[in-house]
């Protein structure tokens, strides 16, 4: 079974852009949640998208936004990006029923980097 | 608010030699996760530890559980070199997919 892929795997953008990356999950997972993984902060959570409906968001701007299509593939977007927002940004995927809480298995991650 | 401590957050070891992470939260979970990384890399899934005194092992690590503590630990057993990777403990919100990782222990194991 093939794992969790993420693109791009590396981004390079300047102060004021904005940037999509794209998640897809393993086949029949229907769970994405997505993580920022920071030397500084650690790895934070920032939201989880389950058939397509957001259901759990972590303490992150609203300039940090997500959607996930009926495939259950996943896009994140960060509009006006600042230079804190460097980070690899990882995707995980579950099996996940309404409520369960089985492991989250994690793609290879896009590393951002914001000049 | 569910905070996740580790500690410690380095350690440097030798071969043959045997140690312990632990992983302390401050809330009720349902389930704990232990997660290693390797410089660069994704967060590959380790143990699911489920319920009060589970222990798992795997090779040289093991990892147990005491919910009443709030307490994990991740036992290295005569470490190799092959080991050394940075070592997360997660803990999960109840009712909810969103894992609350502890800051990471980086481990080095010296030849």
């Known amino acids: 079974k093939a794992g969790v892929t993420q693109t791009p795997r590396y981004l390079i953008k300047t102060r004021g852009q904005q940037v999509t990356l794209s998640c897809s999950p393993i086949?029949?997972?229907?769970?994405v949640s997505w993580y920022q993984q920071t030397p500084g902060q650690g790895l934070q959570f920032l939201f989880e998208?389950?058939?397509?409906?957001?259901?759990n968001k972590g303490n992150f701007p609203g300039r940090f936004s997500g959607r996930q299509f009926s495939n259950s593939r996943s896009e994140m977007n960060v509009s006006t990006l600042e230079l804190g927002d460097s980070a690899l940004y990882l995707c995980a995927s579950s099996f996940a029923l309404a409520g369960g809480q089985e492991t989250q298995y994690f793609g290879p991650g896009t590393r951002l980097l914001v000049l | 608010e569910l905070k996740v401590e580790q500690n410690p957050l380095f350690l440097s070891m030798q071969e043959g030699k045997n140690y312990t992470i632990y992983c302390n939260y401050s809330?009720?979970?349902?389930?704990l996760y232990w997660y290693r990384q390797d410089p660069g890399k994704s967060l590959e899934s380790l143990f699911v530890?489920?319920?009060?005194?589970a222990v798992k092992q795997e090779g040289r690590l093991m990892a147990s559980l005491d919910t009443k503590a709030r307490l994990s630990t991740l036992h290295i057993t005569a470490a190799v070199h092959d080991l050394s990777a940075t070592y997360f403990c997660?803990?999960?919100?109840?009712?909810?997919?969103?894992?609350?990782f502890g800051q990471g222990t980086r481990l080095t194991i010296n030849p």
């Open positions: 998208y389950f058939s397509e409906t957001q259901r």
């Open positions: 809330t009720t979970s349902d389930r």
């Open positions: 530890l489920l319920s009060n005194g």
């Open positions: 086949s029949g997972h229907r769970s």
């Open positions: 997660a803990v999960i919100i109840q009712g909810a997919q969103k894992l609350v």
